[in-house]
């Protein structure tokens, strides 16, 4: 049964006089205390309050109570008695952190290419690489964390809204803060933002016991809520104008702009009408330009709106586009359309040392709205100068098609190759790995988990999917394209960037036999295939159903619940094949769902499939992070050359020591 989505305008109920609303916000902070996290560092990211402890612990017993409430009132009540309990060990910051110290998340996602892993895939990853420091009370509590974060994401969506201009004060801020902005007139969130244009940044004065740093950190909490309630008008620093992401208009000629105006967020810039970009050097003629844009600022943003608004690949874009358009006016006195592949050279070389440091570098926790921002935490890594660079060339790339560029001032710079060491893409097995793969599932004993394997590995495997793009897939994601000759699998993947995934005639016979297996009502004599099928399916069924619920057609499998499937196998195999050396036996007990996609991209460029098809099919952005893998083919070429010279080499020697040459 197809969960239902819940109005919380009004609330589910009415618990108090005064009911709070529940936002994304509540949830993220209520996941990051499951997980561990420092509940000052959550409370200051996510919370009006900021740091305040014994705010953040009011607040927190008050989001648990809401939880248990909600739970209790939802579909599945027992969750209530699961969100009671605490996943945190007693008297510590986190149980993760109980001996030593561990990397955060966003440290460890940078040890990988932009955008290779989804956020979830890198959490398994980083499971995986630290479990062994828990003990065993911590892994009880860690399994108990995990399903009370599958709980959250249950009531989620049921409940959480993004705040609206038109909601009222008491809505979204604690008691104490909410009475101190009534008593001065403020009822709706849209009264801050009628007061901020009028006042500007000093818009709290006026409010008894407000103060400036409560008034920063509504403004805090204001920014991270941009895409539902708008920017504040004049939420700027100095002389900035408000910010404008439809338009920049150039400061007029003869104006003064220092050079500190001029290093700030794309969003808050005072651009000399010089150096807008109106009349760049590199400029295509303007009647041919396919965009609207007329100088560089609204040129960037044009190529940034053909990604999702404040995605992960779109906040990456945006900062990189915004480093180098900032150094080109700053420190080469240039528009970003006149650069020069010189330029491009220099800026190349500027990312391993932005200096002056004072100018480029700050710390990196910095709103972008703050005079402290800064665009550089400090020397980029190898692999963050080499994505830079990447996506400098995309951006261009785009201006040339869209004819706002004349030509690509980054096609004759050779990017300087990164130390691709610490991918591990020898996570993926072999073909007498595959092989062994492949006997293991044959000889599987009879059962619905057995089935269900016997479709899922070689699956994964034809297709590269991710480990989420598996469990959401439905049949309505199936279509055949009459162009193609072929079936396709419509995916959204990360970021939100829709592809097509091929599915071979093999790995259509696979399919056909597994939903024919796991939904006997749709296999009829008249029409067998695939198409029949579909037909008769239920578009919304998933393709992977959890066992137990197979009366209910929507009882899908969870990411996690595949993980542990495809983890279990792999250990089975590890623990039960008899032909594995002792090597393969440690391989197989740290595979894991990752290592299917992995295998998927190698074997095919060990078969000569083309990088742009295997880029397309796994759903790259770039064809850079592709390319990894021909690096990691070539490199067990080389070591296999290496391995038959010295094979010929001891033959000779033998030969020449029996006398026979």
Same mark, same amino acid.
């Given at each position: 049964?197809? $969960?239902?989505?819940?109005? &919380?305008?009004?609330? @589910?109920?009415?618990?108090?006089?005064?009911?709070?609303?529940?936002?994304?916000?509540?949830?993220?902070?209520?996941?990051?205390? $499951? #997980?561990?996290?420092?509940?000052?560092?959550?409370?200051?990211?996510?919370?009006?309050? /900021?740091?305040?402890?014994? +705010?953040?612990?009011?607040?927190?017993?008050?989001?648990?109570?809401?939880? %248990?409430?909600?739970?209790?009132?939802?579909?599945?009540?027992?969750?209530?008695?699961?969100?009671?309990?605490?996943?945190?060990?007693?008297?510590?910051?986190?149980?993760?952190?109980?001996?030593?110290?561990? *990397?955060?998340?966003?440290?460890?996602?940078?040890?990988?290419?932009?955008?290779?892993?989804?956020?979830?895939?890198?959490?398994?990853?980083?499971?995986?690489?630290?479990?062994?420091?828990?003990?065993?009370?911590?892994?009880?509590?860690?399994?108990?964390?995990?399903?009370?974060?599958?709980?959250?994401?249950?009531?989620?969506?049921?409940?959480?809204?993004?705040?609206?201009?038109?909601?009222?004060?008491?809505?979204?801020?604690?008691?104490?803060?909410?009475?101190?902005?009534?008593?001065?007139?403020?009822?709706?969130?849209?009264?801050?933002?009628?007061?901020?244009?009028?006042?500007?940044?000093?818009?709290?004065?006026?409010?008894?016991?407000?103060?400036?740093? /409560?008034?920063?950190?509504?403004?805090?909490?204001?920014?991270?809520?941009?895409?539902?309630?708008?920017?504040?008008?004049?939420?700027?620093?100095?002389?900035?104008?408000?910010?404008?992401?439809?338009?920049?208009?150039? %400061?007029?000629? /003869?104006?003064?702009?220092?050079?500190?105006?001029?290093?700030?967020?794309?969003?808050?810039?005072?651009?000399?009408?010089?150096?807008?970009?109106?009349?760049?050097?590199?400029?295509?003629?303007?009647?041919?330009?396919?965009?609207?844009?007329?100088?560089?600022?609204?040129? &960037?943003?044009?190529?940034?709106?053909?990604?999702?608004?404040?995605?992960?690949?779109?906040?990456?874009?945006?900062?990189?586009?915004?480093?180098?358009?900032?150094?080109?006016?700053?420190?080469? !006195?240039?528009?970003?359309?006149?650069?020069?592949?010189?330029?491009?050279?220099?800026?190349?070389?500027?990312?391993?040392?932005?200096?002056?440091?004072?100018?480029?570098?700050?710390?990196?926790?910095?709103?972008?709205?703050?005079?402290?921002?800064?665009?550089?935490?400090?020397?980029?890594?190898?692999?963050?100068?080499?994505?830079?660079?990447?996506? @400098?060339?995309?951006?261009?790339?785009?201006?040339?098609?869209?004819?706002?560029?004349?030509?690509? *001032?980054?096609?004759?710079?050779?990017?300087?190759?990164? !130390?691709?060491?610490?991918?591990? $893409?020898?996570?993926?097995?072999? #073909?007498?790995?595959?092989?062994?793969?492949?006997?293991?599932?044959?000889?599987?004993?009879?059962?619905?988990?057995?089935?269900? @394997?016997?479709?899922? %590995?070689?699956?994964?495997?034809?297709?590269?999917?991710?480990?989420?793009?598996?469990?959401?897939?439905?049949?309505?994601?199936?279509?055949?394209?009459?162009?193609?000759?072929?079936?396709?699998?419509?995916?959204?993947?990360?970021?939100?960037?829709?592809?097509?995934?091929?599915?071979?005639?093999?790995?259509?016979?696979?399919?056909?036999?597994?939903?024919?297996?796991? !939904?006997?009502?749709?296999?009829?004599?008249?029409? *067998?295939?695939?198409?029949?099928?579909?037909?008769?399916?239920?578009?919304?069924?998933?393709?992977?159903?959890? &066992?137990?619920?197979? /009366?209910?057609?929507?009882?899908?499998?969870?990411?996690?619940?595949?993980?542990?499937?495809?983890?279990?196998?792999?250990?089975?195999?590890? !623990?039960?094949?008899?032909?594995?050396?002792?090597?393969?036996?440690?391989?197989?007990?740290?595979?894991?769902?990752?290592?299917?996609?992995?295998?998927?991209?190698?074997?095919? +460029?060990?078969?000569?499939?083309?990088?742009? $098809?295997?880029?397309?099919?796994?759903?790259?952005?770039?064809?850079?992070?592709?390319?990894?893998?021909?690096?990691?083919?070539?490199?067990?070429?080389?070591?296999?050359?290496?391995?038959?010279?010295?094979?010929?080499?001891?033959?000779?020697?033998?030969?020449?020591?029996?006398?026979?040459?």
């Amino acid at each position: 049964m197809a $969960i239902q989505t819940l109005s &919380i305008r009004p609330p @589910l109920a009415a618990a108090s006089p005064r009911s709070r609303y529940l936002g994304h916000h509540h949830f993220a902070f209520l996941r990051g205390w $499951i #997980q561990g996290l420092p509940l000052r560092d959550l409370a200051k990211r996510y919370l009006e309050t /900021g740091m305040d402890l014994r +705010v953040a612990k009011s607040q927190l017993a008050w989001l648990r109570a809401e939880m %248990v409430a909600l739970a209790a009132r939802s579909a599945q009540p027992g969750l209530s008695g699961l969100l009671r309990r605490s996943a945190r060990a007693p008297d510590a910051p986190t149980a993760a952190l109980a001996s030593a110290p561990l *990397p955060s998340l966003d440290q460890f996602a940078a040890r990988f290419p932009d955008g290779f892993y989804s956020e979830n895939e890198l959490a398994q990853l980083f499971a995986e690489e630290y479990a062994a420091r828990l003990t065993p009370s911590e892994r009880r509590r860690a399994r108990l964390a995990e399903r009370q974060l599958a709980a959250l994401r249950y009531l989620e969506p049921l409940t959480a809204v993004p705040p609206q201009g038109a909601d009222g004060i008491d809505a979204w801020f604690i008691h104490a803060v909410a009475a101190r902005l009534a008593n001065a007139g403020f009822t709706t969130l849209l009264h801050i933002q009628d007061r901020y244009r009028v006042c500007g940044a000093r818009w709290w004065i006026g409010v008894p016991r407000l103060g400036a740093s /409560g008034a920063v950190r509504i403004v805090k909490w204001w920014s991270q809520h941009e895409s539902s309630l708008g920017t504040l008008a004049q939420f700027r620093r100095g002389t900035m104008p408000e910010p404008a992401w439809s338009t920049t208009t150039p %400061v007029q000629p /003869g104006s003064y702009v220092s050079t500190a105006q001029m290093v700030v967020p794309l969003e808050y810039m005072l651009t000399p009408s010089e150096l807008s970009g109106a009349d760049g050097s590199n400029r295509q003629v303007t009647e041919r330009c396919k965009l609207l844009a007329t100088n560089d600022n609204d040129a &960037i943003l044009a190529w940034l709106s053909t990604r999702p608004r404040q995605s992960a690949t779109w906040r990456s874009y945006r900062r990189e586009a915004e480093r180098f358009l900032l150094w080109a006016r700053v420190e080469r !006195n240039k528009a970003f359309s006149s650069v020069s592949t010189e330029d491009c050279i220099k800026f190349r070389d500027f990312l391993n040392d932005p200096q002056p440091a004072f100018r480029w570098v700050g710390s990196g926790s910095r709103p972008r709205w703050s005079s402290q921002w800064r665009p550089f935490a400090g020397p980029l890594s190898a692999s963050s100068a080499q994505h830079s660079q990447t996506v @400098l060339r995309l951006l261009c790339e785009w201006l040339v098609r869209q004819c706002y560029l004349d030509s690509n *001032p980054w096609d004759g710079v050779t990017v300087i190759a990164r !130390n691709r060491i610490r991918l591990k $893409i020898g996570r993926s097995f072999t #073909q007498d790995q595959w092989a062994t793969v492949q006997r293991f599932l044959e000889n599987l004993p009879a059962s619905p988990s057995s089935v269900r @394997l016997q479709f899922l %590995v070689p699956f994964l495997y034809a297709t590269g999917l991710r480990l989420n793009e598996m469990a959401a897939a439905q049949v309505r994601q199936l279509q055949y394209s009459a162009e193609a000759g072929g079936w396709m699998l419509h995916v959204l993947g990360t970021g939100l960037i829709a592809r097509e995934v091929p599915l071979a005639s093999d790995t259509t016979a696979l399919l056909v036999a597994y939903l024919a297996t796991v !939904n006997p009502a749709a296999w009829l004599d008249i029409d *067998p295939s695939l198409e029949g099928m579909v037909a008769r399916l239920d578009p919304e069924l998933p393709l992977l159903r959890r &066992i137990e619920d197979r /009366g209910d057609g929507n009882a899908k499998l969870s990411g996690s619940a595949v993980y542990k499937a495809l983890k279990g196998f792999f250990a089975d195999v590890a !623990n039960r094949s008899a032909v594995l050396s002792e090597k393969d036996r440690r391989l197989f007990a740290e595979a894991s769902t990752h290592w299917l996609r992995h295998t998927f991209a190698t074997h095919a +460029v060990a078969d000569g499939a083309p990088l742009d $098809i295997i880029r397309d099919v796994m759903g790259h952005a770039s064809i850079s992070t592709t390319s990894i893998y021909a690096s990691a083919e070539q490199k067990r070429s080389t070591a296999q050359m290496e391995h038959l010279a010295t094979l010929r080499a001891q033959r000779a020697a033998e030969l020449e020591a029996t006398g026979s040459l």
